[in-house]
């Protein structure tokens, strides 16, 4: 039985997700698997995880054909283990936590974690899967400093110290801390998790502790590894899909490295999910993913060239794949972009020019750069209205979402931004009607961008124009994305536009990261960020007070061991983010076309999303199916 201390097994059948022991199932096998397989009640665990899809509004499918999809480029192939989204554990549609490759997990004050596996899971080339497998990764490779000369991740640290691991039984392992640690069941649920599992029976032979001298020298010369960590590392390569023998948990995998233009990912034997009628899951044999120039991926797609089909694809192309429907009969599906806005105004709150900082800082200059905004226009004229003008914060299919967060400070009011600015004392200006900065400069804002979107430089057009009107002068510089982070690093950056933040459909139980300086890949505040990462030896510890007490919540949050601590820690975050207007977010909700190509059990209407949502990995990939498999 599934078992999740703290949740309710309500909520554990709400999911969709339930586990029934393989001889209470009347498993039927897969056709066209070779004969040589055991049969599939040796295949799956004595306690599969069984879906059910009529509970959550789906059909059974059947076995068969190849689904194809693009890419823009050969290292994309690792998305399989993206969408594919076998998880310890996972979030569901209704981002709850649930087990996956696990079978149960049990949570106790916080801090003790007990990971249980599927007694008779098995890896992707037969061998069993258990506690081996997790003892393996965090005494062989994530303790070895050879391997991992930076120590455990932040994830796996509470208060600067690791875990006490036990192995408590061939198919279970606990985890315990001195402190809460609410990062931990997260991090193993995200896009690109840290597998805290590996292949021990396969990577033990490239490992100094239990390999061959001999054939590890060997190995080593034939991959130009100087010795046997850097031969392990390479071998060991969960996330990227570049090894094809290692052995894997995921729907699909690689299983020759034949061609850089064309991959096929096939069918998982031992795969751990079945559906109720007894089929084991996926349904699709393979996924050929087949590398196209990115510019042309949108043609090629309205061509039926893709099955399904949404990286590379943006809004601009939901016209031409409307007009492509009829003769190639496929849908296009407008799925919600999960990111807070579609594009952001980052102003640098720690610039290095003092005149800069001290105005950028006033948080009276970023509500009338706010207010003298009209987002309803860009909305219409970029996005024909089907986004939502508004902040860069989280979204309304968030559980933390407030009318309030989308719209305060952000509506058009020229009147009230220009009384604001005379306010500062930015009341002269100059022949052209711009204002003058407190050092007899013009109040001229130069706004870079990455040159990868030109929809951010268009919308930058439109701002330009209205801001002009409250006395500020906008010059768009395009760039590079190196070259900002490297002007953000050295403090030139005075303000950038980019994509809004990445989460915008977090639950209390997720990380407040977007929402605090602890990142120096943020261009709001890279010194601040950098300072945290570094542990403060690198740049500046902040000294704004509204980062400052940013930084206190999420502190508090790492400390945190319940729901309702972490939801008044995410409410307070948010609330500071609301009134301060620390980025000046444009439009939300912006349509990601989705292309579905005779492909069964896809969402016409859902989230897209990287963390969390994995693109298609929350809607279960493995349970997609072909309508049409003579085609394919």
């Not at 192939?77 to 049990?106: F, H």
């Not at 029976?201 to 590894?225: M, N, R, S």
């Not at 061509?303 to 009969?329: C, H, M, P, W, Y």
């Not at 590079?480 to 809004?500: A, F």
């Amino acid at each position: 039985m599934m078992f999740w201390k703290g949740l309710s097994a309500a909520t554990l059948v709400v999911s969709g997700l339930a586990a029934y022991p393989a001889c209470a199932l009347d498993l039927k096998e897969t056709p066209g698997l070779d004969a040589s397989l055991p049969p599939v009640s040796e295949r799956v665990p004595s306690e599969p995880l069984v879906v059910d899809l009529s509970g959550r509004g789906r059909t059974i499918g059947s076995h068969g054909g190849n689904l194809d999809t693009l890419i823009g480029r050969a290292k994309d192939v690792r998305l399989i283990n993206v969408w594919g989204y076998a998880r310890l554990v996972g979030y569901n549609e209704k981002l709850e936590l649930v087990p996956d490759i696990l079978e149960s997990v049990e949570v106790e004050e916080g801090r003790i974690f007990t990971l249980n596996t599927r007694e008779g899971h098995k890896w992707s080339d037969g061998a069993p899967f258990g506690a081996e497998d997790l003892r393996y990764y965090f005494e062989d490779v994530a303790l070895n400093e050879e391997l991992n000369p930076s120590g455990l991740p932040p994830f796996l640290t509470v208060d600067g110290k690791g875990p006490k691991f036990e192995v408590l039984s061939e198919t279970a392992v606990r985890y315990s801390w001195e402190g809460p640690n609410p990062l931990f069941l997260g991090e193993l649920a995200k896009s690109r998790p840290p597998f805290i599992y590996r292949p021990a029976h396969y990577l033990k032979q490239f490992h100094e502790k239990y390999g061959d001298p001999a054939f590890i020298e060997t190995a080593a010369a034939e991959v130009k590894a100087r010795s046997w960590a850097p031969l392990h590392n390479k071998k060991d390569d969960m996330y990227d899909a570049q090894n094809p023998d290692l052995p894997s948990l995921q729907p699909w995998v690689r299983k020759s490295n034949n061609s850089d233009q064309r991959f096929v990912l096939e069918r998982n034997p031992f795969y751990h999910r079945v559906d109720s009628s007894g089929q084991q899951l996926p349904y699709i044999d393979n996924v050929i993913m087949t590398v196209a120039d990115k510019k042309l991926i949108g043609a090629k797609t309205q061509a039926g060239e893709s099955d399904l089909q949404a990286r590379n694809l943006s809004f601009s192309d939901i016209t031409v794949l409307k007009q492509g429907e009829a003769s190639q009969g496929y849908t296009t599906a407008l799925w919600a972009n999960a990111k807070g806005s579609e594009i952001a105004i980052l102003p640098n709150l720690t610039v290095k020019d003092p005149d800069w900082r001290e105005l950028l800082r006033d948080k009276r200059f970023r509500h009338a750069l706010s207010l003298g905004i009209d987002r309803v226009m860009i909305n219409r004229t970029l996005f024909f209205g089907l986004g939502k003008a508004g902040n860069d914060t989280v979204l309304s299919a968030s559980p933390l979402y407030k009318a309030e967060y989308l719209t305060k400070w952000a509506t058009y009011d020229p009147d009230k931004a220009n009384a604001l600015l005379d306010e500062i004392g930015l009341t002269e200006r100059n022949g052209e009607g711009i204002r003058l900065m407190a050092n007899g400069k013009p109040l001229e804002i130069i706004i870079e961008t990455s040159g990868e979107a030109s929809v951010q430089e268009d919308a930058l057009e439109l701002v330009g124009e209205t801001w002009k009107e409250i006395g500020v002068k906008l010059y768009v510089k395009p760039s590079q994305r190196d070259i900002l982070r490297e002007r953000s690093i050295t403090g030139e950056l005075v303000m950038s536009v980019w994509w809004g933040i990445e989460n915008g459909i977090p639950t209390s139980e997720m990380p407040p990261s977007d929402f605090a300086p602890v990142s120096g890949e943020v261009l709001s505040w890279h010194s601040w960020g950098d300072y945290h990462e570094t542990g403060g030896e690198g740049g500046e510890k902040p000294d704004w007070a509204p980062a400052e007490r940013l930084m206190e919540l999420y502190n508090a949050w790492l400390r945190s061991s319940s729901s309702e601590e972490r939801s008044k820690i995410w409410t307070e975050m948010l609330d500071i983010t609301a009134e301060e207007t620390v980025r000046i977010g444009l439009v939300s909700e912006v349509p990601q076309p989705v292309v579905i190509n005779g492909v069964k059990n896809v969402p016409l209407t859902a989230i897209y999303g990287w963390d969390p949502g994995s693109h298609f990995g929350i809607y279960r990939m493995d349970e997609f199916y072909l309508e049409d498999k003579a085609r394919r």
